[in-house]
């Protein structure tokens, strides 16, 4: 037989004997990393719902997950968690889109100041870059601003003094202020605040714009943090809603494709960035759908262990039963567990949707 480019590949390389015939995700070859995760490393997460599912993982591990913002003493995990603690290495609830996460640093080390800093909830208020983390509103704006201003110093120092900054990208759409470009985590009216066409408008980011955006987040970072590496993933979490016109099954793929084009290109072009394929896991073919909850969204225990399995396995950690003393910053100057995901919110607007609307 003649030679060709495929001959004495690696059996991964093939469906066959790659997917096919793979007797577990962990021992594939799915993913090799390109640098190592330590116990000694700091680790900083954000990202999508998906993203709290690794910052729990890397924990179990031994990993120095860093915790900017603990919760207050006393304080029991459901009633932290739906405050926005031990979530993220910093209580700045999910980020859905690189466009917010590049947004946040600006915020932190570029002078930007966000249009419409607070919104109204009732009469109380609540911060409008990050609605979810008082779920029933502060009682003043002063208040809110006085808290995004203490927010704000302890991303600083999170990210800051990571050695690894974990993010995973979530969602394309998002809507945003139409003069300034203001990015909103949440639609305004799901969360605070009141939609206004005239304020506010719809926008589903492409490709080059997620490059982009990841990569101004990168630099902001690397200015404050020179030796920070990255490790993204893509969330295989499907829309809970679209606003786009499509079909939200459609959107979703979309938004997905998009998403795991940017990794890629970002990857390529930054040797200081590395991707994990949690997305190609709990959609792969060779899960026949077992990884998706009944609803067809929700991704299960067992997936979630799957994937958690290949990131341990790729970089050799163990569990542990504690998390070391290593996960502490730096002095300051002055089973499974269900995720928190605002997102979900949207599907109360489903009851009276038509099939132009989105509905069945």
Same mark, same amino acid.
């Given at each position: 037989?003649?030679?060709?480019?495929?001959?004495?590949?690696?059996?991964?390389?093939?469906?066959?004997?790659?997917?096919?015939?793979?007797?577990?995700?962990?021992?594939?070859?799915?993913?090799?990393?390109?640098?190592?995760?330590?116990?000694?490393?700091?680790?900083?997460?954000?990202?999508?719902?998906?993203?709290?599912?690794?910052?729990?993982?890397?924990?179990?591990?031994?990993?120095?997950?860093?915790?900017?913002?603990?919760?207050?003493?006393?304080?029991?995990?459901?009633?932290?968690?739906?405050?926005?603690?031990?979530?993220?290495?910093?209580?700045?609830?999910?980020?859905?889109?690189?466009?917010?996460?590049?947004?946040?640093?600006?915020?932190?080390?570029?002078?930007?100041?966000?249009?419409?800093?607070?919104?109204?909830? =009732? %009469?109380?208020?609540?911060? &409008?870059?990050?609605? +979810?983390?008082?779920? $029933?509103?502060? @009682?003043?704006? #002063?208040? *809110?601003?006085?808290?995004?201003?203490?927010?704000?110093?302890?991303?600083?120092?999170?990210?800051?003094?990571?050695?690894?900054?974990?993010?995973?990208?979530?969602?394309?759409?998002?809507?945003?202020?139409?003069?300034?470009?203001?990015?909103?985590?949440?639609?305004?009216?799901?969360?605070?605040?009141?939609?206004?066409?005239?304020?506010?408008?719809?926008?589903?980011?492409?490709?080059?714009?997620?490059?982009?955006?990841?990569?101004?987040?990168?630099?902001?970072?690397?200015?404050?943090?020179?030796?920070?590496?990255?490790?993204?993933?893509?969330?295989?979490?499907?829309?809970?809603?679209?606003?786009? =016109? %499509?079909?939200?099954?459609? &959107?979703?793929?979309? +938004?997905?494709?998009? $998403?795991?084009? @940017?990794?890629? #290109?970002? *990857?390529?072009?930054?040797?200081?960035?590395?991707?994990?394929?949690?997305?190609?896991?709990?959609?792969?073919?060779?899960?026949?759908?077992?990884?998706?909850?009944?609803?067809?969204?929700?991704?299960?225990?067992?997936?979630?262990?799957?994937?958690?399995?290949?990131?341990?396995?790729?970089?050799?950690?163990?569990?542990?039963?504690?998390?070391?003393?290593?996960?502490?910053?730096?002095?300051?100057?002055?089973?499974?567990?269900?995720?928190?995901?605002?997102?979900?919110?949207?599907?109360?607007?489903?009851?009276?949707?038509?099939?132009?609307?989105?509905?069945?």
């Amino acid at each position: 037989m003649a030679r060709s480019p495929y001959h004495g590949l690696e059996r991964r390389a093939f469906w066959r004997t790659g997917v096919e015939a793979r007797e577990s995700f962990a021992s594939s070859g799915l993913f090799r990393p390109r640098f190592p995760i330590t116990p000694e490393m700091r680790v900083a997460t954000a990202g999508s719902c998906f993203a709290q599912h690794v910052g729990r993982a890397l924990r179990a591990a031994g990993v120095a997950v860093i915790d900017a913002e603990p919760a207050p003493a006393g304080v029991s995990d459901k009633v932290a968690k739906d405050h926005g603690y031990r979530l993220f290495s910093a209580r700045h609830g999910n980020i859905y889109t690189p466009a917010h996460l590049a947004q946040l640093a600006r915020e932190v080390w570029d002078g930007f100041k966000p249009a419409e800093p607070v919104w109204p909830l =009732g %009469a109380r208020f609540v911060d &409008a870059q990050r609605p +979810s983390v008082e779920p $029933l509103g502060l @009682a003043s704006e #002063e208040e *809110v601003r006085w808290h995004r201003a203490r927010h704000l110093a302890q991303v600083a120092r999170a990210w800051a003094g990571a050695d690894l900054f974990v993010f995973t990208f979530g969602l394309t759409e998002a809507f945003v202020h139409r003069d300034s470009g203001t990015v909103f985590p949440m639609a305004p009216g799901v969360l605070g605040g009141e939609y206004d066409p005239a304020r506010h408008v719809f926008h589903n980011f492409g490709v080059a714009e997620t490059v982009a955006a990841f990569r101004d987040f990168a630099a902001l970072l690397r200015a404050a943090n020179p030796a920070v590496r990255f490790l993204v993933t893509v969330s295989p979490v499907p829309l809970a809603a679209t606003a786009s =016109g %499509a079909h939200v099954e459609v &959107a979703t793929v979309r +938004s997905k494709a998009v $998403l795991r084009a @940017a990794c890629d #290109e970002i *990857v390529a072009e930054d040797d200081g960035v590395d991707y994990f394929p949690s997305y190609e896991i709990v959609t792969s073919a060779s899960a026949r759908g077992r990884f998706f909850a009944p609803n067809l969204r929700d991704v299960t225990d067992e997936g979630v262990a799957t994937v958690m399995a290949v990131l341990r396995a790729a970089y050799g950690l163990g569990d542990a039963v504690a998390v070391p003393e290593a996960a502490a910053l730096p002095p300051a100057a002055g089973g499974l567990e269900e995720t928190r995901c605002e997102e979900m919110l949207l599907a109360r607007f489903a009851a009276g949707a038509g099939p132009g609307a989105g509905g069945s």
